[in-house]
């Protein structure tokens, strides 16, 4: 049946449950959101701890997913990154797609050079702009220096917040 979520989230998208226990599904646990309602697809031998367990996971992972689509639809990163590209490479600068990812744990940016394309993590999006700002123009030097070489930190250090950037984010535990 179907369960409101008393405790949901300010601005939740999913204002109730429904869950589906399953005895042909064996191992695996789906989930999908209709019109608000989150419908979590469980195998039938799950406990009711995993189930609720499962059912919040699926609708952390929705409301990520959901987050990360309207962040990346905003433009704001990609305006951002073209007036960095501007005032700290003079416009020379080109990739084929940016965008905010949910998949980096370890890193805050990354940039594959062949393929012109950069990702950040989506913890960023919380940070303060300056911050955001640093992982840009290091991901952005990467495009003109594919390594952390003397040459590749001389063009992150034209960004004068960059060291205190570096720190910042050294003392969130993850580094460049």
């Known amino acids: 049946g179907q369960l409101a979520l008393p405790d949901a989230p300010e601005g939740s ?3 109730t449950v429904e869950v589906r226990r399953s005895a042909k599904r064996k191992r695996t646990v789906a989930a999908r959101l209709e019109k608000g309602n989150l419908i979590v697809s469980i195998p039938s031998h799950m406990s009711r701890a995993e189930e609720a367990e499962w059912v919040d996971r699926m609708r952390r992972r929705l409301e990520d997913r959901e987050r990360r689509r309207r962040l990346n ?4 990163l990609e305006r951002r990154a073209q007036e960095l590209n501007e005032r700290y490479f ?3 600068l080109a990739w084929n797609s940016l965008s905010y990812v949910g998949n980096q744990h370890s890193r805050y940016g990354s940039c594959t050079v062949g393929k012109a394309t950069i990702r950040l993590s989506d ?3 919380a940070m303060p702009d300056w911050v955001r700002d640093y992982v840009l123009v290091h991901e952005l030097a990467h495009l003109l220096e594919p390594n952390h070489s003397p040459a590749f930190w001389a063009l992150v250090a034209r960004y004068p917040l960059a060291e205190r950037a570096r720190g910042y984010l050294i ?6």
């Open 123 to 125: 913890t960023l999006a």
């Open 13 to 15: 998208l999913v204002r």
């Open 73 to 76: 639809a905003s433009g704001d």
């Open 90 to 92: 003079g416009g020379s």
């Open 171 to 176: 003392a969130k535990g993850v580094e460049d």
